[in-house]
């Protein structure tokens, strides 16, 4: 399953039902632990109606592993 694939419905914390998603770059990005001359954005799902951030992803994690650690395709 990847990371878009999953559907969010309902906001755990006020029920709203509309999302936005955001990018957090630069500075802010993520890196693997083993791994750190590798980052990637992290991005976002926001609850339109109270602001909380209900989910946050990575479009593909394998890329956040040293290239021996990868699954093969």
Not at 5 to 18: A, H, R, V, Y
């Amino acid at each position: 399953m990847k990371s878009t694939d999953i559907k969010l419905d309902f906001c755990p914390f006020c029920n709203g039902s509309e999302f936005i998603e955001g990018k957090q770059s630069g500075h802010a990005c993520i890196s693997g632990c083993e791994n750190v001359w590798s980052s990637m954005d992290l991005y976002h799902v926001i609850c339109r109606d109270c602001g909380s951030v209900v989910r946050s992803y990575v479009k593909d994690p394998e890329k956040l592993l040293k290239r021996q650690d990868r699954k093969r395709d």
